[in-house]
């Protein structure tokens, strides 16, 4: 199986802070790799898609980046909204996985 | 628009069976592969099995291998999830999924709790 590593577990940043999580993956999964926000009590958002790509009606503040075994989420300008948990997910074989999940706290 | 409606979830007693059906309206269900994707309490994602559009192929995660059998009704705009011999770890919201091109999952019904305790 395919193994997804994100980091931080954790963040606490402030509103207007660039805040960027990375997620690895044992092998290469080209660009198959999505990212989810997941707030409290509620079902994931799928945010990005072929590691890049901007899912419709998705603020353009949130980014995406990589290939191979190393990828990036980037919110350029943190907002108080984005106060939630972010999954990566790699779905170039089954069976499809999850990064931990990073939750971000926003001051 | 786009709705994923779960029904199903429920307290089982260890060893016990329970199907999940998921309601798909607002788009052409028989178009679309399905997932279902399951979260423990306080837990991060899981996903648990998949079933192309037409019902096959289908896909299980290992800890549902064998326990567990994908079904969906094209005519119905449904999907399944019977499970079978459940397990204390069993206990999870399941979340019915959609899956567009390439294999984004780009909608997530609002999830059904089954807890699995005696």
């Known amino acids: 199986d395919i193994q997804m590593t994100q980091s931080p577990s954790t963040l606490s940043a402030s509103v207007g802070d660039r805040v960027t999580i990375t997620c690895r993956a044992s092998?290469?999964?080209?660009?198959?790799l999505a990212w989810y926000q997941q707030r409290p009590g509620k079902a994931p958002n799928l945010l990005i898609y072929q590691a890049s790509s901007l899912e419709s009606d998705v603020p353009f503040r949130f980014s995406g980046s990589g290939s191979g075994t190393e990828f990036t989420l980037t919110i350029s300008t943190l907002q108080a909204d984005d106060s939630a948990t972010y999954y990566c997910?790699?779905?170039?074989?089954?069976?499809?996985?999850f990064g931990q999940g990073t939750k971000v706290e926003v001051k | 628009e786009v709705q994923l409606v779960e029904s199903g979830g429920d307290l089982i007693q260890p060893g016990g069976s329970l199907r999940l059906s998921c309601a798909a309206s607002?788009?052409?269900?028989?178009?679309?592969?399905m997932n279902w994707i399951r979260q423990a309490p306080g837990k991060g994602l899981e996903w648990i099995s998949y079933?192309?559009?037409?019902?096959?192929?289908?896909k299980y995660a290992d800890s549902v291998k064998g326990r567990s059998t994908i079904s969906r009704d094209n005519a119905r705009n449904s999907l399944y999830l019977q499970m079978n011999g459940l397990r204390d770890e069993d206990t999870a919201i399941y979340y019915c999924?959609?899956?567009?091109?390439?294999?984004?999952?780009?909608?997530w019904g609002q999830g059904s709790l089954v807890t699995v305790s005696s």
């Open positions: 999924v959609r899956v567009s091109g390439g294999g984004r999952s780009d909608y």
């Open positions: 079933i192309g559009r037409s019902g096959s192929p289908i």
């Open positions: 092998q290469s999964i080209n660009s198959w």
């Open positions: 997910q790699q779905y170039f074989d089954f069976p499809w996985t």
């Open positions: 607002g788009f052409t269900f028989s178009t679309y592969d």
